[in-house]
């Protein structure tokens, strides 16, 4: 089983609507987690990140997700997108209180954002 | 702005030559990391070093191998491509248990 979900491949949204992104992770110890965004024909950028604190924490471009434990999720939202949005999203995990210290990514959502 | 850098970005090359794809990075950072990434899926770890001298496989087997001779660079060399191996391969590092640096990835193609 994969040790990070995301169920949505592929999103379409028109530009203003809100965004839903949905993330799970299965390790039961601890666990950082990063949203990653990859424009087209660009590198992957970090959205933002949780390792401890506010289960809601804050990223770049309007992006929050919020950590809930209790569900192993990790979703990521956004009020209002914009057709500037449209890329790849990837959740990804680094599980810390283990010796491996590489992130493991889910597969991924193709959010595409029309005008 | 400290950055990490790939070469080349793009890569044809016929089936059993050798090649190596280049990955550096200015941030001083121990860990880095090869990904394998077809379009449109997910990334697969298929290398990561935690600092000089040391190497690990990943989680996805693969035929290539890596080197850390200096806390900078991390070489990918595949021996003898073949057109199973055309792929993304995207190099990050990081430090301590922070988030991880993406290069622009070497888009391979083996013909």
């Known amino acids: 089983a994969q040790s990070v979900s995301q169920h949505n491949h592929h999103v379409i949204l028109s530009e203003a609507a809100s965004l839903e992104l949905g993330c799970n992770y299965s390790?039961?110890?601890?666990?950082?987690l990063f949203w990653y965004v990859q424009y087209p024909g660009q590198h992957l950028q970090l959205l933002l990140k949780?390792?401890?604190?506010?289960?809601l924490v804050k990223g770049i471009k309007g992006f929050e997700a919020e950590f809930i434990k209790s569900k192993f999720s990790f979703n990521l939202r956004k009020p209002s997108v914009q057709w500037s949005d449209t890329a790849e999203y990837f959740c990804?995990?680094?599980?810390?209180?283990?010796?491996?210290?590489?992130?493991?990514f889910g597969s991924g959502t193709r959010l595409q954002v029309q005008p | 702005e400290a950055d990490i850098y790939q070469t080349p970005r793009y890569l044809v090359i016929g089936t059993g030559k050798k090649i190596t794809l280049e990955c550096s990075q200015t941030?001083?950072?121990?860990?880095m990391y090869w990904y394998q990434q077809d379009p449109g899926m997910e990334l697969h770890l298929i290398h990561y070093?935690?600092?000089?001298?040391?190497?690990e496989k990943g989680d996805l087997s693969s035929e290539s191998t890596v080197s850390r001779i200096r806390t900078e660079h991390f070489p990918l060399t595949l021996e003898s491509a073949r057109p199973s191996h055309t792929s993304q391969y995207l190099c990050?590092?990081?430090?301590?248990?922070?988030?991880?640096?993406f290069g622009q990835g070497t888009r391979l193609t083996v013909v």
């Open positions: 941030m001083g950072h121990d860990k």
């Open positions: 949780y390792f401890s604190g506010d289960p």
């Open positions: 990050a590092s990081s430090g301590g248990m922070a988030e991880a640096f």
């Open positions: 390790y039961g110890g601890t666990v950082n």
């Open positions: 990804a995990e680094l599980r810390r209180d283990t010796g491996r210290r590489a992130l493991t």
């Open positions: 070093s935690y600092g000089v001298n040391s190497t």
